[in-house]
């Protein structure tokens, strides 16, 4: 479904990605661990459009997204949840979730969309008439994921759902993204500091380490590989 | 070579004087080749504007602070030269010299509290002071001071009835405030202006003191902005008002013959003026009485073109066209790789002696306990990794460190003498020297001159600072970009001048923020060869990373922080087993997962 192949991406001159090349199939769960500033993120930017990749190729079902904007990409099908949640604070929970299916595609099921995330997030229909920035940490990102879904999209991007979460909630949030993955059958692309949880979400799993990825592998050969520590901690661990 | 370069600014310097003279030789032919009085009416005018840009300039231009309420010192020169003329009959030839000092002090009083404020705040400040003078003026009965005929001494109180007189008089102005702004640009004041404008923060850990420089700046700019009031009122007006010499139009006209020709640079405001002013007085007198306020619609799409397609001014936007022509003409010379210094791991090694001293530190913002209780030493002449996964409090424990932050709790000493509660410019000339995660530079000055920001602190003279600049570029290797501008260096290149900048600090200890982010290999390599070099001369050296594997490489001792704490301190080697850094970066069901395969 998604292919990357040679992938470099640079903002003022540092280099987030070097030569990033890694493939998605239809249907699957692939995880990217590593540590912080090893370029998680900026891939994820990368695939969905809000940065610009100088080097390499990104095709989704065989077409290239290199020209497309991001909302380009967006109605194609793709869903970011970024990083940090980035709810609108000020909007109720209701309206945030709407915004998501903002998408024309997505814009006939709304009413349909809205009750089945509701049904995946019972929290929010509780908190529906609520401001999104009067929720917890827990309940923002649920939103965050729900808002998502509203997209309907064929293959979700998540980025860090566990960052500045309690353990409770991040076990919760995870449970929930396996979830979401059987009911839904998508494709999910999940970026994670947190290494055991997310790996054993996932089919297959890359390692990526200042801008490259060092090391790939199905779920339960990176589990079982101290050379993903390596990652972390250096060769001396 | 040196000599040569040396040679070659001394007469970059000498042309700037020359380019200056002949403005004014061009300034003296003019007026006399002028007829009539209207025509020496647009000259005068000319002059004045261009002056009252300069001023502005000063404390805009160079240091960056936008006021929109420079005529604030416009209207106290013209307020107290003619109050002096009406009420004690002196000549406004001494009354400027009493304006002036108004204006001064007034600069003081006005930049104490208001410097306090950054960016656009400071300018919205600014705003207040000429409205509260026109209040005040109306409340004293200052609503129409007309200058009182002096027949018997027309000169002696500025009443020439020749107006080439006034001419001169605005010339002789425009080339004192010309000749200042010279002076300021060549000068250590002009390069921690200039640093300052383009990063203050940064500007300080250099040891800049913002506040001082601010303020020299803006009393420098005030001292103009009255003169050229002063003669205003006796060369074109004859009757102060406040609105005519505190009101909107005369910071806009600033502002405009500024913003049009370029700010800066002492050019700028010259080509504004000698442009704007012509056109809006030929426009006002040829089709004015057709269309009333043409020239406030010509200044409006003046300035709406400028910010479309020269937003730095026409001086900038000329210069760079020929710049970039010259370029394109020249064939970029090959550049030699960086040779990376020797290593020798033996050089320098850390001694006992502690150089920093963390006691207890804690540190919180809205909700978030940043560091908590975090101690620990650095000793004379080691390097230092401090470590920790994302969020640890790393960044901030650095901000405390230099003097961004200011602890609740605990305490920072500094060879032995408290260093909590200083401005980092402060600590700074005290030997503590920092780089930046995203390297910090000053986009406008090139390579040289932005190292040299970091030698003021130990020099006061141009050639001297310019020396030590050299001499650090050198240290790391970067001597053949002395000239280039930061905005074409790659990443490796901006940390090393980063690097050499803080070291022409002439640093005890140097804190490094992130030096390896970004870089290659072969780039990560040279970087660890010149902090090596930079410990062989004695600077302890403390750094920040997250890429473990580097800093194995190169640090001594090792100090782990986790959510704003100290986590663990040691050996290299033996940080990285410890199982509770394990768990910080890749949690509990990691390590257990690793035990049970273990066994």
């Known amino acids: 479904m998604l292919t990357i192949t040679g992938l470099g991406v640079s903002y003022e001159g540092l280099h987030a990605l070097t030569e990033v090349s890694l493939e998605v199939g239809e249907g699957e769960f692939v995880t990217i661990v590593g540590p912080n500033g090893a370029g998680k993120t900026t891939l994820l930017k990368a695939i969905s459009g809000s940065v610009t990749a100088q080097a390499g190729r990104i095709l989704y079902r065989g077409g290239d997204l290199g020209a497309l904007r991001p909302s380009d990409r967006a109605a194609l099908g793709i869903a970011h949840v970024p990083e940090g949640r980035r709810v609108f604070p000020s909007l109720t929970v209701r309206e945030n979730l709407e915004l998501g299916s903002y998408r024309r595609a997505a814009r006939a099921g709304r009413a349909s969309s809205l009750e089945e995330v509701l049904a995946l997030f019972p929290i929010l229909r509780e908190r529906h008439g609520q401001l999104a920035g009067s929720l917890s940490g827990g309940e923002q990102q649920m939103l965050a994921l729900g808002r998502g879904l509203m997209a309907r999209p064929d293959l979700l991007l998540l980025d860090e759902p566990s960052q500045g979460l309690g353990p409770r909630i991040v076990e919760q949030i995870f449970e929930t993204i396996d979830r979401i993955r059987r009911e839904r059958r998508l494709t999910i692309l999940l970026v994670e500091q947190r290494v055991v949880e997310a790996l054993e979400l996932c089919d297959r799993g890359y390692v990526l380490e200042t801008g490259r990825v060092v090391l790939a592998g199905a779920r339960d050969a990176l589990l079982a590989d101290a050379r993903v520590q390596r990652a972390y901690l250096g060769a001396g661990a | ?117 950054a960016g656009i705040y400071f300018g919205l400040a600014t705003l207040a002071y000429p409205l509260i003078f026109r209040i005040v003026m109306d409340w004293l009965g200052y609503q129409e001071v007309a200058i009182p005929m002096k027949r018997e001494q027309p000169g002696w109180f500025m009443q020439f009835t020749e107006p080439r007189s006034f001419d001169l008089l605005a010339l002789a102005v425009l080339a004192a405030t010309l000749a200042l702004s010279r002076l300021i640009e060549t000068s250590r004041l002009g390069y921690q202006l200039r640093a300052i404008k383009e990063n203050e923060q940064a500007a300080e850990a250099m040891g800049v003191d913002s506040f001082r420089c601010k303020m020299a700046a803006y009393m420098l700019s005030a001292a103009p902005a009255a003169v050229v009031g002063a003669v205003y009122i006796h060369a074109i007006l004859f009757i102060v008002t406040p609105e005519a010499v505190f009101g909107l139009l005369v910071v806009s006209q600033t502002l405009v013959v500024a913003l049009v020709g370029g700010t800066g640079t002492l050019w700028g405001p010259l080509i504004g003026a000698a442009l704007m002013v012509p056109v809006s007085e030929i426009l006002d007198t040829t089709v004015g009485d057709r269309l009333p306020g043409i020239q406030g619609v010509v200044y409006g799409a003046a300035l709406m073109l400028i910010t479309l397609y020269a937003p730095e001014g026409l001086y900038w936007r000329v210069r760079q066209a020929i710049r970039a022509r010259a370029a394109r003409r020249g064939v970029e010379a090959a550049r030699p790789a960086v040779v990376a210094p020797a290593e020798d791991a033996a050089a320098g090694a850390p001694t006992d002696k502690v150089l920093l001293e963390v006691r207890g530190v804690s540190k919180s913002f809205i909700g978030l306990q940043a560091l908590s209780d975090v101690s620990f030493d650095v000793r004379e002449r080691e390097i230092l990794g401090v470590i920790g996964p994302n969020g640890a409090g790393k960044t901030t424990l650095f901000n405390v460190l230099n003097g961004f932050l200011v602890p609740e709790r605990g305490e920072v000493r500094f060879l032995g003498v408290a260093a909590t509660g200083f401005s980092p410019s402060a600590l700074c000339r005290r030997g503590l020297g920092r780089t930046f995660q995203v390297p910090r530079t000053f986009p406008h000055l090139t390579v040289l001159e932005n190292v040299m920001v970091g030698a003021f602190v130990r020099a006061s003279a141009v050639p001297v600072a310019r ?26 290149d901006l940390r090393l001048m980063e690097l050499a900048r803080c070291l022409a600090t002439a640093p005890r200890l140097v804190l490094l923020d992130e030096p390896l982010a970004g870089l290659s290999g072969d780039g990560i390599t040279v970087m ?40 663990a301190e040691g050996a290299p080697g033996q940080v990285t087993q410890d199982p509770v850094v394990i768990e910080a970066y890749l949690g509990k069901r990691w390590l257990a997962r690793m035990a049970a395969r273990r066994c």
């Open chain 2, 1 to 117: 070579m040196r000599q040569a370069r040396e040679l070659d600014a001394r007469r970059a310097a000498a042309r700037g004087w020359v380019a200056i003279a002949a403005v004014v030789a061009a300034g003296v032919v003019l007026s006399f080749v002028v007829q009539e009085r209207y025509h020496h009416r647009v000259l005068t005018l000319v002059f004045l504007w261009a002056a009252m840009g300069l001023a502005w300039n000063i404390i805009s231009g160079y240091a960056g602070q936008i006021s929109f309420g420079h005529q604030v010192f416009f209207g106290i020169g013209a307020y107290v030269t003619v109050l002096l003329v009406v009420k004690a009959g002196l000549s406004p030839w001494i009354g400027m010299i009493a304006a002036v000092a108004v204006a001064v002090v007034a600069a003081v009083l006005i930049g104490i509290p208001t410097f306090r404020l």
């Open chain 2, 467 to 492: 020396a030590m600049a050299r001499s650090a570029l050198a240290q790391v290797g970067l001597s053949d970009r002395a000239d280039a501008l930061p905005t074409g260096l790659t990443t490796l």
């Open chain 2, 528 to 567: 660890i060869g010149v902090i090596r070099s930079v410990r062989a001369l004695g600077v302890t050296v403390v750094i920040i990373e997250h890429t473990m594997q580097a800093l194995l490489r190169l640090a001594d001792r090792l100090v782990v922080l986790d959510q704003g704490r100290r986590l």
